[in-house]
Nanobody
Framework: QVQPVESGGGLVQAGGSLRLSCAAS????????MGWFRQAPGKEREFVAA????????YYADSVKGRFTISRDNAKSTVYLQMNSLKPEDTAVYFC????????????????????WGQGTQVTVSS
């Protein structure tokens, strides 16, 4: 199993950029697909982006496509989320998840496909 820990959140003006990192302890990081989800106050947790185990295939929510980029470094057991052109509606707590559900179902979007979660990192975008 793995234990993700997010970092890199903060306060940024609209149009700015942030890079989130998620370092996962454990020896089997490369066995897990990794996903980023976010949850704004009063809203449900929503999918942002996911990356398959090899890092060759990625998935994005329509709301972030073209602005966010997910990547991973299996040697460092770390997944990244580069966020550009940030908007106030991107404000949320961002969570990193690790899971194998997508490997079996072919669907990397549901949070139910991720078994291990970090504590989250706050991203606030001011207008």
């Amino acid at each position: 199993q793995v234990q993700p820990v997010e970092s890199g959140g903060g306060l940024v003006q609209a149009g700015g950029s942030l890079r989130l990192s998620c370092a996962a302890s454990g020896r089997s990081f490369s066995n897990y697909a990794m996903g980023w989800f976010r949850q704004a106050p009063g809203k449900e947790r929503e999918f942002v982006a996911a990356i398959r185990r090899s890092g060759m295939i990625t998935y994005y929510a329509d709301s972030v496509k073209g602005r966010f980029t997910i990547s991973r470094d299996n040697a460092k057991s770390t997944v990244y989320l580069q966020m550009n052109s940030l908007k106030p509606e991107d404000t949320a707590v961002y969570f990193c998840g690790a899971g194998q559900g997508g490997y079996y179902t072919g669907n990397y979007y549901p949070s139910s496909g991720y078994d291990y979660w970090g504590q989250g990192t706050q991203v606030t975008v001011s207008s």
